[in-house]
């Protein structure tokens, strides 16, 4: 097994740009979860998948941010426009369920210039 | 506010000592996972816990779940130097309908 797999994992990209972040979730894992990671914020949840449905997306922090998961396998964390302060690592994790012990990615390192 | 407090935020032992970490909250949990992070890799599970007063024992890491399951323990025995890292709690609460909560994680070195 892969694991979860996220791309890329680094992304530099200028202010006002439009970023796409991926995740490949572990196969027959039915939930997914989209984390936000910075020192002074720590692990942050965004938005969370069950059966490729949106359950829970009060941590968006705006608009501009936005997810989807048009299929069991793949799913997408979009940012624009992007921001200095969206520089931070995210990561996407996958679970049997939402109650079980998650799988993280190895993350996105984003910087926002 | 943080919903999970995690202490102390950072330790640094020399190797062959032994320490605790603390996870409290003031909200109960259905259940309460350790994590375990290394730089620039994603978190990996250590254990899980559900039942207040369980212990868990993963060779020298013993974990505790508190009475009330509001507060969490890791403790590690006789410390090495591939026990540096990132320690997270996270916890479930209420029906368990949302993603799990972290508490900011205790930074730990042993040192050789």
């Known amino acids: 097994d892969a694991g979860v797999i996220q791309s890329p994992r680094h992304e530099v990209t200028e202010m006002g740009q439009e970023v796409t972040l991926r995740c490949k979730p572990i196969?027959?894992?039915?939930?997914l979860f989209w984390y936000r990671q910075t020192m002074m914020r720590g692990l942050e949840l965004l938005i969370y998948f069950n059966n490729n449905v949106p359950i829970d997306d009060s941590g968006m922090p705006e608009d501009r941010f936005s997810a989807k998961m048009p299929n069991a396998s793949f799913s997408t964390l979009k940012i624009q426009p992007s921001e200095p302060r969206d520089s931070a690592v995210y990561f996407c994790a996958s679970s049997p369920t939402h109650a079980y012990g998650y799988t993280f990615g190895s993350g996105t390192r984003l910087t926002v210039v | 506010t943080q919903l999970l407090e995690q202490s102390p935020q950072f330790l640094s032992i020399q190797e062959g000592e032994n320490l605790t970490v603390y996870c409290n909250s003031s909200s109960v949990f259905s259940s309460l996972q350790w994590y375990r992070q290394e730089p620039g890799e994603g978190p990996v599970l250590l254990v899980t816990?559900?039942?207040?007063?369980e212990v868990k024992k993963l060779k020298r890491l013993t974990f505790q779940f508190g009475d009330a399951r509001k507060d969490s323990s890791l403790h590690i025995t006789a410390a090495q130097t591939g026990d540096t890292g990132l320690y997270l709690c996270?916890?479930?609460?209420?029906?368990?309908?949302?993603?799990?909560?972290f508490g900011k994680g205790t930074h730990l070195i042993i040192q050789p």
């Open positions: 816990v559900v039942t207040g007063g």
């Open positions: 196969s027959g894992h039915n939930s």
């Open positions: 996270a916890g479930l609460t209420g029906g368990g309908a949302d993603g799990l909560t």
